[in-house]
């Protein structure tokens, strides 16, 4: 009677691990965002951060910006180090250094990954990745306010692209 008890087979745990889960088909990889953050965004955000015409533009950049502290917020749980520089243009830059360097301390490989059912918890590449767009529709905003004061941004966009 042990010996069939042996040889059965033991039943494997209900419970998930995190690393084993699926990959959430909705969520990019890790690396693309911190790409269009770093490149696309930076490059977009910087020609058109430097056409400042009037309250309303300066106002969106304002938001823009803290958009990009808001996606570094969701990526990592500490603050910058140190107080954001005044001037909007290199505020912008800190802000996305900052996001960025959030980014790349997070782990690829369980980046974007469902977390386990029995933590109860949601996964924080869902919040992280729906800052981005935030950061995106915040971008697209400014580039509609620009547009329509000055004309010759789109050829200047399309140069940095």
């Not at 990959?23 to 490149?39: C, G």
């Not at 996606?71 to 909007?88: M, N």
């Not at 990954?113 to 996964?123: I, T």
């Amino acid at each position: 009677m042990n010996s069939t008890l042996a040889t059965e087979a033991t039943p494997h745990s209900l419970l998930e691990t995190w690393g084993k889960n699926e990959r959430m088909r909705h969520v990019p990889a890790i690396t693309w965002i911190v790409d269009k953050l770093d490149h696309d965004l930076r490059r977009r955000i910087n020609v058109l951060a430097s056409s400042n015409a009037n309250e309303a533009i300066d106002t969106e950049v304002k938001a823009v910006c803290k958009s990009i502290d808001r996606l570094a917020d969701a990526a990592k749980y500490s603050r910058a180090g140190g107080q954001a520089p005044s001037e909007i243009a290199t505020r912008i830059d800190h802000a996305i250094t900052h996001a960025v360097a959030s980014l790349n301390s997070l782990d690829p490989n369980l980046f974007g990954r469902r977390y386990p059912f029995q933590s109860f918890e949601r996964s924080k590449s869902e919040a992280i990745y729906g800052a981005l767009l935030v950061v995106i529709d915040r971008v697209h905003r400014l580039t509609q306010m620009v547009r329509a004061i000055d004309k010759s941004v789109d050829e200047r966009l399309s140069e940095v692209a």
